[in-house]
């Protein structure tokens, strides 16, 4: 299949009440540190809800994995602020492209403390313009059933939720971009680029 080479998107930033701008760009290879302290200071739930377990392990290979990202295939973008005069990560949005080419799987966690400030529901909708640009045209990923927060969260940028072909703690959310609206969000990105 022919496909859209994906550069890496530019970075973005937005005002966070009075105190904060928050940045959004891509995940460099020399954000390792930055990841691993995300990582470290995730709450036991929110890393269970993340990736179904209670433990990651921090190998130098899945840290290079999660941060050396080939973004003409797949996307990994990181919100980040300044807090006592360095940059601190605060949340991260990614895609994987799937074997068929035109859909991916996605993953999205944001810092306990910055959970119910907006963050995520950003970070996921830049992601989604970002897979649309791409040409991916399904955006899908699995949630547990008892990730209320989560659930809310794909619900409100439009995705449905449905039930798991592996059972009843997880459901399958699933966002289509259909033609028109792909055609739409690349208009609408070239204005405003």
């Not at 930033?13 to 959004?24: N, R």
């Not at 807090?83 to 492209?97: D, F, M, N, P």
């Not at 950003?122 to 640009?133: T, V």
């Not at 659930?151 to 028109?180: C, D, K, N, W």
């Amino acid at each position: 299949m022919d496909r859209t080479p994906t550069p890496a998107p530019p970075t973005t930033s937005w005002a966070l009440g009075l105190d904060h701008s928050v940045t959004v760009r891509p995940i460099q290879p020399e954000d390792a540190d930055l990841e691993v302290e995300f990582i470290r200071c995730l709450s036991s739930d929110s890393i269970y809800n993340r990736v179904f377990s209670n433990s990651l392990a921090l190998t130098p290979e899945w840290l290079d994995r999660l941060t050396r990202i080939d973004f003409t295939r797949d996307m990994a973008i990181i919100a980040t602020v300044t807090l006592e005069g360095r940059e601190t990560q605060i949340g991260v949005a990614r895609y994987a492209r799937l074997a068929n080419g035109t859909s991916c799987e996605f993953a999205i966690a944001v810092a306990d403390e910055w959970q119910g400030c907006g963050i995520g529901v950003r970070l996921l909708r830049e992601l989604i313009a970002i897979a649309a640009r791409s040409g991916i045209e399904e955006i899908v990923g699995d949630v547990l059933s008892t990730n209320s927060t989560m659930l809310a969260l794909v619900r409100r940028v439009g995705m449905s939720v449905h039930p798991h072909p592996e059972g009843a703690t997880l459901r399958r959310v699933v966002l289509s971009i259909p033609a028109a609206a792909r055609t739409q969000l690349d208009l609408s990105h070239e204005k405003s680029g």
